[in-house]
């Protein structure tokens, strides 16, 4: 069983930043591919950007691309996801998300967080 607790979220104008992070604890951090999702009011839950065990591969969703960085510390546990040029748009609960496999883009994934709300104003 795998923990997942995030934090980081909170209200940003549009153009400003954040950092969420998400603190793992139950079982061996760097088993575990790691992502992250977002689900907006009425809509579904999509993938944002995941990382692998080492933190050597990463991927985006297209409309983070550029703006979200992924990263990941196996020594704290911890991965994080820096938001700049935050939109509107971006406004969701976010999520982390914890796999043994590598699980492209979709939210497959085995062990989920609670989510941190992030809210972008105009």
């Known amino acids: 069983q795998v923990q997942l607790v995030e934090s980081g979220g909170g209200l940003v104008q549009a153009g400003g930043s954040l950092r969420l992070s998400c603190a793992a604890s139950?079982?061996?951090?760097?088993?575990?591919?790691m992502g992250w999702f977002r689900q907006a009011p009425g809509k579904e839950r999509e993938f944002v950007a995941s990382?692998?065990?080492?933190?050597?591969?990463?991927d985006y969703a297209n409309d983070v691309k550029g703006r979200f960085t992924i990263s990941r510390d196996n020594a704290q546990n911890t991965v994080y996801l820096q938001m700049n040029s935050l939109k509107p748009e971006d406004t969701a609960v976010y999520y982390c998300?914890?796999?043994?496999?590598?699980?492209?883009?979709?939210?497959?994934?085995?062990?989920w967080g609670q989510g941190t709300q992030v809210t972008v104003s105009s």
């Open positions: 998300a914890a796999d043994p496999r590598w699980v492209v883009k979709t939210t497959n994934y085995e062990y």
């Open positions: 139950g079982r061996t951090f760097s088993n575990y591919n």
């Open positions: 990382i692998s065990r080492s933190g050597v591969i990463t």
